[in-house]
């Protein structure tokens, strides 16, 4: 006689993927997965939308700063900031 084991995948699913969850945020915590930032030239700091299609970025390049507009019919690099 065939047993109906049928219900073993849905409960390892809902026990493996909390599991899996749970040691990611502590492997995170720990430090162990975050990716490396030191070694990052190109960094996107900050985003304001200007309406529903267009946005001006803050980008790091560089240890430099650049203002560009998306969104429009073209995208447009408004320029560099002056260094502090």
């Known amino acids: 006689m065939i047993h109906d084991i049928t ?4 409960v390892l699913a809902v026990t ?3 599991l899996a969850a749970v ?9 162990l997965l975050t990716p490396p930032t030191a070694s990052r030239v190109l960094r996107l700091e900050e985003t304001v939308a200007l309406d ?8 790091t390049c560089g240890g430099r700063r650049l203002i560009v ?3 429009g019919p073209q995208d447009i ?3 560099w900031l002056p260094e502090a």
């Open 77 to 79: 690099s408004i320029g």
């Open 16 to 18: 493996a993927i909390p």
């Open 69 to 71: 507009l998306t969104g």
């Open 52 to 59: 529903p299609r267009r946005r001006l970025h803050l980008v």
């Open 7 to 10: 219900w073993i995948t849905p």
């Open 23 to 31: 040691l990611v945020r502590y492997l995170r915590g720990r430090g």
